[in-house]
Every structure is written in structure tokens, then in C-alpha cells.
């Protein structure tokens, strides 16, 4: 399951991801589910290490605002490649929430998404199956313009 | 109409040489069919019972005359000679090969066109009033805010991966030739008391297994927060609407189940959220638009001309053809005309290369170059001079394109059925050519009046049957074809869904018992006037039941 950034995979991701019913260590950069973060809120205040969440796709992130604002990470979840309500969540946490720090999708993401889920916000990518850099690149490169203004664009609906 | 520019140009060529690499990485074996499914679907590859088939979009059904030339080019070359216009205004091919489509979405994307999004669970093509501009009851030309919603929601990276597909229709008129109450949102063009421009907009409607009229969501949202809104319903679609079960996935099921005014207050709510300008239209964007949709230069001509009435008078023919397919334009001395693709026992929306050619010929020669396709799968020449109406009808009548029965009981729409779809239950073209013949005559259908008789082969109802005043459905018990009839459907400003009669009929008896209806209608009409439809909604179901089932 590797990591993709900007393209390629990361060797040394310092991202670790909890058990939904796991302990919480002392330090470290870690991905806690976020109904585990919620009951270990106080405990997560004093954490010597980076906070990140790993977030349903059934829930409104909107009702985890303040949590969310804790978090250097955020991962949100493609289920099956058709599931598109991380695509909606993404949009909320950046443009709603400000959100700003990484947000990464976890799950069954095709290269051909990959455009889609950068334009919604995400920069990270935790995928399935094998990573073909060659793929990757041709397959979220195609497409240079777009009618809708995309996340952290200056200039708006088509004007890219 | 609208012409690309560079932009949308370069957007459609990136789009058909990824699609081009997608191709090739199934081919090639690196993507399953279940991966290549829904990058397929997006371009509007289809794979039926024989073949692959490819749905082209014919923005809210407005075509150049070279544009349709090409789609004629491309019926000769990569499929049978021939192409079927669809319920949602668009273009079929029943018989591309996988790796011609490819060469075809280049040929497209040389006349300003393209397959994206016209299937798959995502925004479809964005439908209209095929008489937009030139109808004599329009308010608001709707067309700009179709080819802005068009732009708008081309590859839209949030709503790609919707629950289920998702349609969209607008019209600005009172007549509402759209159907926009049977549609995921529907919009209506209109002026609020301080004659703003704005747009009523209605949400999940539908037909399928569980048809649904459309409900006001908004009576009225401003010109600028038009795309704003559509996000704000989308996104709480997109992220509520259910996706546990296909057949509950649409909009509609939403609405349904949450409640209007619950999902209204969800829908305000995000709207309220949204950066509304970072989603509005690029400042000036409209108006660009909107240059485009100017008339043409009409001249100054005389509104019924003597020559004409002489024409009338003479061919009887031509006159019939006038009564039934020729509407109202808002320009004295010009007229409206449509052409009918159901010619009496043949198959609904089919067009042969050859007619397209010549449609294309005669577009360029009486109206301006335009061509629009309905939602009722007919064509409309919507430009045309009234002191030329009997020269078209002449070329018109010479290729079989000739056939007077716009609105009339032959005037069906069909899907494709069991003949092609991997749905199916029954055929459907088969039943539709039988009741054409049985009606051929057209005094009998003059007679008759307007009757819209609508055929789907499943209960996924692409035929719009629920929506017909006559609407058959095709099902399948223990593999015998049998068809149910609903009474008292309507697709217009009047929408309502139809009612089952009773027990359903063989294929062989369907004609036969629309024969039966349509005797007892013209026994229980008051005047000529009254329509059937008016007569099922003033007596009910019960003295056509009786009539059809009496004797069983
Ligand atoms: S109604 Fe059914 S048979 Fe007809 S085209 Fe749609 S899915 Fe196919």
C-alpha cells in the first residue's frame, strides 16, 4: 500500500495508523480513527507527536470542526473507486472548514481520479494495489483545463 | 449557437486522447472490464446485447448542419448507415467497434462535439425546450444557462462519482416541452416581481420503477447564484443519497424519504456555507455566452403569406403536414417546422445517413444551419421562412421525413428495448411499429388528435411510459413478452404519472387494445377539442377498463 505525493511514492511516511480499538502511545505522528479520537480527546491534547485523523466517509466533517483543526493530517476514504463522498468532504474541509494542512484519500483511487482528487483539495494518496509511476503520471495528466475553479486556484471557472 | 472557442476545444481533444489511452490500457489487458466500466461510462460507451454502442450529447439538442453531417459520416463509416436520437436529445450508435471509438471521439471533437458524461453516475447532458428562441410562448430563452451548465458540469472533479446518474433539464417557456418536473432538477426560467431573471427550481423528480414528480426546492434563485445553488443540492445529494441500493440511489429516493422540507433546510444550509463567488461564473462568462444566442437576421416578412394559403389549399398533403408539424414562430413570417423520425412502421428516432445529409442540406437552406432534436426523438428546423414551408415539404416528403404526425398517436416514443438493451424485459420497437401501422391512416389520427403514447421494454422506463397519456411497459412472465398499459401520464406543464388499467396484454393484442381505448375516448369526448388526456383525467380509469376488459 504505498503513499503517492506529487506523483511518487514516499519511502519514509512517519504516519502511523491506530487500530479503531487500540491504545494510544505517548508520542509519535499518528493517524487516530475519529471515533477513537473523540473518547481520547484529553488524552490526545498532551500528545507528543503530530495528530491525524482517519475519517469515515459517512459522516459530516462539518460536526468535527475543532478536532479537524488539531489535525496536521486528514484521511478520508474511497471505499469502492465509485464512491464519490470524499470527493464532498474534501471540498468542505478546504473550502468550508479552511482546513489547510495534508489531506490524504485512503482507499481504491484509480490513476484516472487522481486529477479529480487534487482538484478537490487532497495531496496525499494511500492506494490499493501497485503503484505505476508511468500510469500514474499519463493517466492524471490528460486533462490541462477545467470549467470549475479547483482548490487553492487563484483564477476561477475557466481561466486555468 | 454556441461555438467553441480555444479553450473548449483544446478541453474536448485532451479529453478524446485520454480517452484514446484509456482504450488502449484495456485492450492492452491492464484495465479489467470493471476498471474500464466507468471511465468508459463516462465517455459514453455502452456495451449492449450485440455490441458496444456509443450515446454522443447534442447539447440541450442543438446541432450545426456541419455537425450533423459528421454524425452522418460517422453512421456511414463506423456503424450501420444509420443513428438513433434518443429521449435525452442526444445521438446513439448501436454498432461501433471498441477500437474505432477512439478515431470517433476525434472526429467529434472536430466539429465542436463529444460523448463525456453522457452516461455513468454523473451530471448528464443538460436537456432543453427544442423550440428555445423561437417559440411564440417562450419568457426566457433558456440556452445560455444550458451551455453554461453544460461548461459547468464538464468533468466536474467533486461530482464524478455521484450515487447514481444525475439529469438536469431548463426551459423558459409556459408550455413546458422539457419535461423538466420528471427530471433530477429541473429549472425554470423566469422573472421574479422586480424582473430579475432567476430560475424555479424543482428537484427529484423521475420515472424508473419509482416515478416521481418533481417538488419546488426554491421558487426563486437569482442569475448569479445559479451554480452556487446547484452545488449546494448536489453535494448534499452526493453525500446523503443512498448508495446501498441502486434502484433507491436517485435523488428522488432522497427527497422521498427524507422529506421536501428537510432536504430543502439541508440544502440552504450548505448553500449558506458555500465561498458562493469562488463558485459563481467567471465574471463576463455569461455574457459571452450569451452573444451567441442571438436570432439570426430574420427578414421582414409577411405572416401568412398569400402563396401559402394557395399551397394549402391546392395539396392536401401539405396541409395536413402544416396542421400537425408546423408551430408558432415569434417572428411574423417565419415558422417552426419538425420533422418527424417515426414514419409509419419504422423505428422511432432513426435517422439514415442519407437523411441526415439532407437534413444537414436543408438546414443550410431554410434555416439558418440549425438543427435541433427533441426529447420526443423528432427533429426541428426552427428558422424557416413561411413562403418556403412548401418547397422543405416537398424535399422533406421525397426522403420519407415528410410524415404529418407530429404529436400525434404515431408520434410515439420508444426506447430501444430487447431488440438492443441488456436490460430489457420485452421489445418495444416491435409494439411501436405494429400500433403505427394500425394508425397509419392520417385522417383517423387528425381525427384522434393529440395523443402521446410512450413504450419502454423495462421498468427502468427510458421510454418515459409513465409519463405517456398511453404508456406501455414491456415485462417478461415465465418468458412470454406481455405489456401493461397506464392511462393518464404527462410529461408537461401539467406532469403527472400514469395509471396501471389492469392485466397486462401479449404483444400480438397490445395494438389491438389501443384501439379499444382510442374508440371509447372518441365515444366519451365531449368536443373535438378535448384531448384524451383530458378525458381519462375528467372520467377516470373506469369506462376504459370496462371497454378493454369486458369481455375477458
Ligand atoms: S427502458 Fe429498459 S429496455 Fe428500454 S432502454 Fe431503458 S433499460 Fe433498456
Redesign the pocket.
Known sequence: MPIIKDGNPVSDDPWVLLEEDGDVPSSGDIIVPLELAQEKRERLSNHAGRLGLLVPNDVDVEDYADLIGKAELVVLQLPAFTDGRAYSQARILRDVLGYEKELRVKGDALPDQAAYLKRCGFDSFDIEGDFNADIWQRASSHMSKSYQRNYRDKLAHRSL | MYIYDDFDETFVRERAAQFRDQVERRLSGELSEEQFRPLRLMNGVYLQLHAYMLRVAVPYGTLSSKQLRQLAMIAKKYDKGYGHFTTRQNIQFNWPKLEDLPDILDDLADVGMHAIQTSGNCIRNVTSDQWAGVASDEVIDPRPYAELMRQWSSLHPEFSYLPRKFKIAITGADSDRAAIAFHDIGLQVMKNKTQEIGFRVFVGGGLGRTPMVGKVVRDFIGVEDLLPYLVAILRAYNLEGRRDNKYKARIKILVHEKGIEAFQARVEEIFEGLDKDSLRAQKGELERIEAFFTLPDYETLDDKPASLSKERAENSAFHAWVMRNVARHRQAGYAIVNISLKPHGGIPGDATDEQMDLVADLADAYSHGEIRVTHEQNLVLAHVRQDQLFELWQKLEAAGLGTANLGAITDMIT????D???????R?IPIAQKISNKFSDIERQNEIGDMKIKI????????HHHAGHIGIL?LNKKGEEYYQITLGGSGAEDAAVGEILGPGFAADDVAGAIDTLVNRYIQLRTTADERFLDVVNRVGLEPFKEALYADH
Open positions: 426506447c430501444p428495448g430487447l438492443f438493451c441488456t436490460l430489457a424485459t420485452a418495444s419502454s421494454g423495462c421498468i427502468n422506463a427510458c421510454g414491456g
